[in-house]
């Protein structure tokens, strides 16, 4: 079992830079993919970025690469979503999940219950 706690959202300019970080609790954070996604209103929840358990290997959605990096600490049980250069259309609530690490939101076994990202122009 992974609990998945988000922080870090907020109301930031066109430009601007947030870093969200999820605290994860439980001794099995370290076995676990994990990955971001983004849902804004009225629209599906979508892929942003994900790591590997050991964080060797990442993955981007087009519209965020070079822009976003996902990053973790294992020691910490954490894992980061650093976003530079933030766009309106990057509004949305913010979720980051444990599991399979892909692109496929139904391989993720557990959910954070996301922060609020506001990107005003």
């Known amino acids: 079992q992974v609990q998945l706690v988000e922080s870090g959202g907020g109301l930031v300019q066109a430009g601007g830079s947030l870093r969200l970080s999820c605290a994860a609790s439980?001794?099995?954070?370290?076995?676990?993919?994990m990955g971001w996604f983004r849902q804004a209103p009225g629209k599906e929840r979508e892929f942003v970025a994900a790591?590997?358990?050991?964080?060797?290997?990442?993955y981007y959605a087009d519209s965020v690469k070079g822009r976003f990096t996902i990053s973790r600490d294992n020691a910490k049980n954490t894992v980061y979503l650093q976003m530079n250069s933030l766009k309106p259309e990057d509004t949305a609530v913010y979720y980051c999940?444990?599991?399979?690490?892909?692109?496929?939101?139904?391989?993720?076994?557990?959910w954070g219950q996301g922060t609020q990202v506001t990107v005003s122009s």
């Open positions: 439980g001794r099995t954070f370290s076995s676990y993919a």
């Open positions: 790591i590997s358990w050991s964080g060797g290997s990442t």
């Open positions: 999940a444990a599991g399979g690490g892909s692109m496929r939101i139904y391989e993720y076994d557990y």
